[in-house]
């Protein structure tokens, strides 16, 4: 599996705004602010910085039901997941669900990113990483 790459390291928020200025410290670049993933009921939000080839991605609910809302009962913040980009979508998920990992939402299409695929998957080693890229 070496076609993976990190593309962001993702935190379920309670405030986008709260975070901002919180990673701002590092990550001082608002790429993309409060978008609404509709098929996941959240808005994402992108900071990066000049010197790193990651970003970092916020994860507030916009309405129930969401997947980071129990995240959220306790702590303000809460590290989500490790996404990768891979070259090939379908092959990559494939490749990880015989190396033990389990499939934690299907394949969707992003609104984000036209013809962009993305899923989360889970192993106990990895614990919880998003896999994003193009079938």
């Known amino acids: ?64 039901p969401n997947p980071v809302e129990s995240m959220l009962k306790t702590s303000p913040s809460v590290l989500y997941h490790v996404c990768y980009r891979v070259k090939n979508f379908s092959e990559t998920v494939d490749q990880l669900k015989k190396n033990g990992f389990y499939m934690v939402t299907a394949p969707f299409e992003t609104t984000f990113e036209t013809d962009v695929w993305a899923s989360h998957l889970f192993s106990q080693q990895w614990g919880l990483i998003e896999i994003i890229g193009r079938k």
């Open 1 to 64: 599996m070496n076609n993976m790459k990190l593309d962001h390291i993702s935190y379920a928020v309670r405030s986008t705004e709260e975070a901002i200025k919180a990673f701002s410290i590092y990550y001082n670049k608002v790429d993309v602010n409060k978008y609404l993933e509709k098929g996941q009921n959240v808005y994402i939000t992108y900071l990066s910085n000049e010197s790193s080839d990651h970003r970092i991605e916020l994860v507030e609910p916009a309405g129930n």
